[in-house]
């Protein structure tokens, strides 16, 4: 009796671990609405009727409203940049990324963006000069990709990279 009921405990284990990281491995995807740009690497969207601050996974764009923080080097620009690829009412695809948290110690929801004309928010950014490639803690699904994007942009002088110390 014994030895079934530690195998029956075993068994159900496993079965929640493995259920868990099924969970956990999950990429969530979104339709959304752009409520407003807040930078270049920050949005507020309306995600199933409930207004969501997303912070964009694998970019970051300079500083401009960071509270306690100065306006940096090209922060109103690259403010203006977001603002010029995404206008409130733009239907928007959100997408999670498995190897990253699905949360930031802000709450804002961790999500590439994808733009109405089906490009990559965060590679229209790094490309046009206004956002660096971030990895945080893990590498996420688009490094390379964001990496090569931003030695591009460096190269070719665009943005910040040009009018930026």
């Known amino acids: 009796m014994i030895v079934l009921l530690v195998a029956a405990l075993a068994w159900w284990r496993a079965s929640l671990s493995?259920?868990?990281?099924?969970?956990?491995?999950?990429?969530?995807?979104?339709?959304?609405?752009?409520?407003?740009?807040?930078?270049?690497?920050?949005?507020?969207?309306?995600v199933q009727?409930?207004?969501?601050?997303?912070?964009?996974i694998g970019i970051d764009a300079p500083e401009s409203v960071h509270p306690g923080e100065e306006v940096a080097c090209a922060?109103?620009?690259?403010?203006?940049?977001?603002?010029?690829?995404?206008?409130?009412?733009?239907?928007?695809g959100l997408s999670t990324d498995p190897s990253q948290d699905r949360h930031d110690r802000y709450q804002r929801l961790l999500a590439f963006l994808t733009?109405?004309?089906?490009?990559?928010?965060?590679a229209a950014m790094?490309?046009?000069?206004?956002?660096?490639?971030?990895?945080?803690?893990?590498?996420?699904?688009?490094?390379?990709?964001?990496?090569?994007?931003?030695?591009?942009?460096?190269?070719?002088?665009?943005g910040m990279w040009g009018s930026c110390p």
């Open 75 to 92: 922060g109103p620009e690259a403010t203006d940049q977001a603002r010029e690829l995404l206008r409130p009412g733009d239907a928007i």
């Open 115 to 122: 733009m109405p004309d089906g490009r990559d928010f965060g």
């Open 126 to 158: 790094i490309e046009a000069g206004y956002a660096v490639e971030f990895t945080f803690a893990r590498p996420h699904a688009r490094q390379q990709e964001y990496r090569e994007l931003e030695r591009q942009a460096a190269r070719a002088g665009v």
């Open 49 to 56: 009727g409930l207004p969501v601050r997303v912070r964009l």
């Open 18 to 46: 493995d259920q868990v990281t099924q969970v956990q491995e999950t990429q969530a995807e979104y339709d959304a609405t752009v409520i407003r740009v807040v930078d270049g690497d920050t949005v507020v969207a309306d």
